[in-house]
Nanobody, 120 residues
Framework: QVQLVESGGGLVQPGGSLRLYCTGS????????MGWVRQAPGKEREVVAW????????YYADSVKGRFTISRDSAGNTLSLQMNSLKLEDTAVYYC?????????????WGQGTQVTVSS
């Protein structure tokens, strides 16, 4: 069983930055592909970004390319998402997710979610 704990959400003005963190336990989470999925009210879930278990590849939604950066620590079980140039439409609950699915479609484990609100 892998547990994922997120932190770092909050309220930020448009154009601002936030950094989200996700720590997986036990350490076996390092063997999973890990990423961030967000859900805004009334909208479908969207995979924002994810990184392969080996950290050799990263993937981003078109809506966040050039603004968000995903990274994993060397041990592989701590994930972060640096979010810059935030927009109103980035407001959502952000969930950390882990899976063995090579396409990051069928998620095996979810975190509890952290709220990100972009508002002036």
């Amino acid at each position: 069983q892998v547990q994922l704990v997120e932190s770092g959400g909050g309220l930020v003005q448009p154009g601002g930055s936030l950094r989200l963190y996700c720590t997986g336990s036990p350490r076996t989470s390092s063997h999973y592909n890990m990423g961030w999925v967000r859900q805004a009210p009334g909208k479908e879930r969207e995979v924002v970004a994810w990184a392969t278990w080996s950290s050799t590849s990263t993937y981003y939604a078109d809506s966040v390319k050039g603004r968000f950066t995903i990274s994993r620590d060397s041990a592989g079980n701590t994930l972060s998402l640096q979010m810059n140039s935030l927009k109103l439409e980035d407001t959502a609950v952000y969930y950390c997710a882990a899976t063995n699915d090579p396409w990051f479609v069928d998620i095996d484990y979810w975190g509890q979610g952290t709220q990100v609100t972009v508002s002036s």
